[in-house]
């Protein structure tokens, strides 16, 4: 599953061509991808590479974006420029693994690469696809990386916490 929005930093270009690659290889498997947005440059670039549209679905925001990560298996971020990543963590939060280009910012300060998933280097369709392979043949790999993203995101939530009261009292210590 890929959640975000259709333009050209989110890297959706690069996942359906990471996805034409492993789409023969894994027929049970499918690519669902969510977001705001013109989808119809995505829809040209399916046809063009011959991908099942049955399997690989262009769809609006998800009203439930928590559903959408609890019913995924894997979690792919294949943008070109990615701040710091909040879905990253909503994602592993659910207990998915991530496969992620290790793009500017926030992928690597979040993903341990083999730990609670994979980075990979910017515009490696290849390795990514490789990456992703590895997780959908490995169940207990899914399962281990899955664990261990939920604990590195546990504590996202206490640090998140922790700065937001500490810029509340920031603010205050300023305005008396």
């Known amino acids: ?4 929005r259709y333009d050209y930093e989110k890297g959706n270009d690069l996942l359906l061509q990471v996805w034409a690659k492993i789409e023969k290889q894994m027929p049970e498997w499918t690519l669902d991808i969510y977001g705001n947005g013109n989808r119809i440059p995505y829809e040209t670039q399916i046809k063009h ?3 099942d549209t049955s399997r690989c679905r262009l769809h609006g925001p998800s009203t439930d974006v928590q559903k959408e990560y ?3 298996s894997i979690f792919v971020l294949p ?3 990615e701040g710091f990543g909040l879905v990253l963590i909503e994602a592993m939060a659910a207990g998915v693994p991530v496969v992620s280009f290790d793009c ?3 992928p690597r300060s979040i993903i341990s690469n083999g730990v609670n998933g994979f980075l990979i280097p910017p ?3 290849n390795g990514f696809a490789e990456k992703a392979i590895l997780l959908m043949n490995d169940d207990n790999l899914r399962k281990k990386m899955g664990e261990n993203a939920q604990k590195s995101a546990a504590q996202y939530d206490i ?3 922790g700065l937001q009261w500490k810029q509340l009292f920031n603010e205050l210590m300023a305005n008396s």
């Open 123 to 125: 515009f490696d369709i």
């Open 49 to 51: 590479l011959g991908n």
């Open 1 to 4: 599953g890929r959640i975000g």
């Open 79 to 81: 943008s070109r420029y």
């Open 70 to 72: 609890l019913a995924s």
């Open 104 to 106: 500017e910012n926030g």
């Open 159 to 161: 640090e998140r916490v």
